[in-house]
C-alpha cells in the first residue's frame, strides 16, 4: 500500500499487514517464537531472531509506523527509553556534544544530563523558543539537537520549524520526542525532521498494559540505530508488538475524540475561579497557540494545571475526584492524574523543577475517552470540595 495514497485511518487498519494474510488470519497472529529457520541471510542482523528485532510481528509494526509518520523507516524497542537512549547512544559517541530542549520529561532529563557525561558526551540545554541564542551554544563537536513536541508537563509548543533549520545549517542530526502529540497530530518527517520519538506505551498502543517504544525516521539512522539496539538488547516481545498493533488500530478514533475533549475540559478550568494557571496549547491564551494551530492536526488529550491554593488545594483535588485515576503516565482510554513533582519530574532537584516552571502543585491531566460532560462535572465537584 503506497503510504502517501490513504488517510491515516486506513493506513491504521491496513499499512505494513502481511499479504497474503497468514493462514487467511484477518488479525495478525502472535509469532511466539525466539528463533526461526535459517534462510540464507548474509548478516547477522537479518537473521529472525526476537532481540534483533525483526520477526513477522515487528515488520509489520515497523511498515506500520512508518507509514502514519510519512517516513522511510521505523522501529519498535522495549519501551520510551529504550528507543531514546538507544538513538542517542548511536549517534553520540565519546568526545561528542548534543543540544537538548531545557524542559524536558524526566526520564530523558536525566539521561543527558546525568547518564550521556559519564560517557564522555557534553549538553547544553537551550530555550526552545528562542532560536537566535542557540548559536551560542553550537560546539564544533555538536552532533544532534533534541526537543519535545510538546513539553512534559507544560505543555509548551518549541519553535519546531526553527530546529529543523538550525539542524540543517549546522549539520546536526534533528530528534523529537512525538510521544504527545502522535502521529495523528503532528508527523515529523514532513516538518524535516530525521528522526520521531514515541513512547509508544502512551497513545500508539493506549490501553495501559504494555510498555513499547518507537523509532520513526530517515532510513539510514533506523538502520544503524536497530544495530545499536540488537547489541543493547533492548527488544519487544511478539506479544507485546501484538498488543501494539492492536492498539493501534483505534488511535486516530481514540485521539481525535481525546483532543475534542481537552480542549474543552481545559476551557473549563481556564474559566474557573478555583484554577490558578492552565497549559494546554489549544487555548487562546497559551503562549504557544499560534504556532500549534500552524503545526499540529490538534492540541492532544494532555495537560496541567495549578489551582489556587498550592500543594495542599492539588492534594485535595486528587483526592476528590472520582473518575480519574491517579497514577503515572498517559494516553490511555482512560484519564489520569498526577503531581509530575513526585513522579515524572520526582528525580529533579526542587530547584531544577522551580527553573523549569513545575511547581509543587502542577497536575497533570491525561485525558481519556470517558463522557467530557462527565469529567467536566467531576473535576467541578473536586475543585469546590
Not at 187 to 213: C, F, M, Q
Amino acid at each position: 500500500m503506497t503510504a502517501n495514497r490513504t488517510h491515516i485511518e486506513t493506513k491504521l487498519i491496513h499499512a505494513g499487514e502481511l499479504r497474503p494474510r497468514p493462514s487467511g488470519a484477518v488479525s495478525m497472529p502472535i509469532f511466539q517464537s525466539s528463533t526461526f529457520e535459517y534462510e540464507g541471510q548474509s548478516s547477522y542482523h537479518e537473521i529472525k531472531y526476537i532481540r534483533l528485532n525483526n520477526t513477522p510481528n515487528h515488520v509489520v509494526l515497523h511498515s506500520k509506523l512508518a507509514a502514519l509518520e510519512n517516513a522511510e523507516a521505523a522501529l519498535v524497542a522495549a519501551s520510551g527509553m529504550a528507543a531514546i537512549s538507544t538513538s542517542l547512544l548511536t549517534l553520540l559517541s565519546s568526545g561528542d556534544h548534543v543540544l537538548a530542549q531545557d524542559c524536558l520529561y524526566g526520564g530523558t532529563y536525566d539521561l543527558i544530563t546525568k547518564d550521556l557525561p559519564s560517557f564522555g558526551i557534553s549538553f547544553n540545554l537551550i530555550d526552545s523558543n528562542a532560536p537566535e541564542s542557540w548559536k551560542s551554544k553550537l560546539q564544533p563537536n555538536t552532533k544532534a539537537i533534541y526537543v519535545e513536541a510538546m513539553s512534559n508537563p507544560l505543555l509548551q509548543v518549541a519553535d519546531l520549524q526553527a530546529v529543523t533549520r538550525f539542524a540543517k545549517e549546522h549539520g546536526l542530526v534533528s530528534l523529537v520526542d512525538n510521544t504527545f502529540a502522535s502521529p495523528v497530530n503532528f508527523r515529523p518527517s514532513e516538518w524535516g525532521y530525521d528522526l520521531s520519538l514515541h513512547s509508544a506505551t502512551k497513545y500508539l498502543n493506549g490501553h495501559t498494559d504494555i510498555v513499547a517504544g518507537a523509532i520513526i525516521g530517515r532510513a539510514e539512522l533506523v538502520e544503524r540505530i536497530k544495530h545499536r539496539l540488537d547489541h543493547l538488547g533492548g527488544s519487544l516481545d511478539p506479544h507485546a508488538c501484538y498488543l501494539l498493533h492492536r492498539g493501534m488500530k483505534t488511535l486516530a478514533l481514540r485521539v481525535r475524540y481525546q483532543n475534542d475533549s481537552a480542549l474543552a475540559l481545559a476551557r473549563f478550568l481556564n474559566e474557573h475561579s478555583a484554577v490558578k494557571q492552565v497549559n494546554y496549547p489549544g487555548l487562546e491564551s497559551h503562549a504557544g497557540y499560534g504556532r500549534a494551530r500552524e503545526l499540529f492536526d490538534g492540541f492532544s488529550g494532555m495537560l496541567s494545571f495549578e489551582p489556587e491554593g498550592g500543594r495542599e488545594a492539588a492534594q485535595r483535588f486528587i483526592q476528590g475526584v472520582t473518575i480519574p485515576i491517579v497514577a503515572p503516565s498517559l494516553g490511555g482510554v482512560e484519564t489520569l492524574v498526577t503531581l509530575p513533582a513526585v513522579t515524572s519530574h520526582a528525580g529533579l532537584s526542587a530547584a531544577e523543577r522551580h527553573r523549569l516552571g513545575i511547581s509543587d502543585s502542577l497536575i497533570r491531566v491525561s485525558v481519556g475517552i470517558e463522557n467530557t460532560a462527565d469529567l467536566i462535572a467531576d473535576f467541578d465537584r473536586a475543585l469546590k470540595a
